[in-house]
């Protein structure tokens, strides 16, 4: 089967400092990649779209600048948490798709982010 | 907007007990409609999806059928087992988008031996 493996599994930094997460599709190459954020008993939250090669695209309430995402090639994506604040402590998951928008998308295991 | 509605958990069961997690769906257009379920420790898996009306989604021994007009999407196993414990969460992708998952808030659900 498909794996996406995140990295780190959990993380705790000083408020103000930068964290990046790694996700990787470890056996296909993923053409899009999503990022979401999960906040204690609830739903997941889309906060951006990313494409291989280009700039990722946001969902509305979501900073750029804060929350800035790479995805420098078809198996690798990363987020990185700038200038990090105890609000943006929450659960981060990616998730890999194989070819086209309706093709199955693959989780990674998530981030469990703490800032202090 | 497009959103989905599941039932508030915890849901606790006994084994060998029949499961209904209900989910509603609001959506343009015919979304995609898909069960999700998230084990101990683990990430996302797919559990069984849909893609038109009256198409039934089933694996594992859950089962889930397309309602266009209920706008529903219900998961059902006629006798869960303990390791069936686990979130469930239910989600639908609309026609023109990347392929963006919109997801219910999820279900606990634990099974008791």
């Known amino acids: 089967g498909a794996v996406v493996s995140q990295h780190p599994s959990w993380v705790i930094c000083k408020s103000g400092t930068s964290v990046k997460i790694e996700c990787r599709s470890l056996?296909?190459?993923?053409?899009?990649m999503f990022w979401y954020r999960q906040f204690p008993k609830q739903s997941l939250m889309l906060m951006a779209t990313?494409?291989?090669?280009?700039?990722?695209?946001?969902e509305q309430g979501v900073e750029k600048d804060k929350f800035l995402i790479n995805h420098a090639s078809l198996t690798l994506s990363t987020l990185t948490v700038t200038s990090a604040h105890p609000e943006d402590s929450s659960f981060y998951i990616c998730?890999?798709?194989?070819?086209?928008?309706?093709?199955?998308?693959?989780f990674g295991p998530g981030t469990r982010l703490t800032v202090l | 907007g497009n959103s989905v509605t599941q039932m508030e958990g915890p849901v606790t069961l006994s084994e060998e007990a029949f499961l209904t997690i209900n989910c509603t769906y609001t959506a343009t257009g015919y979304p995609s409609l898909f069960w999700y379920v998230q084990y101990p420790g683990e990430g996302l898996q797919l559990l069984l999806k849909?893609?038109?009306?009256?198409d039934k989604g089933s694996n594992k021994g859950f089962e889930a059928t397309y309602r266009k007009e209920t706008t529903s999407f219900h998961l059902e196993k006629g006798s869960v087992q303990v390791s069936d414990s686990a979130v469930y969460f239910c989600a639908l992708i609309t026609r023109g988008s990347q392929g963006n998952l919109i997801f219910g808030k999820g279900t606990k659900l634990s099974v008791k031996p």
């Open positions: 849909a893609t038109k009306a009256d």
């Open positions: 998730s890999a798709q194989r070819g086209g928008s309706y093709n199955e998308q693959f």
């Open positions: 990313s494409n291989e090669g280009s700039k990722a695209t946001y």
């Open positions: 056996d296909f190459q993923a053409t899009t």
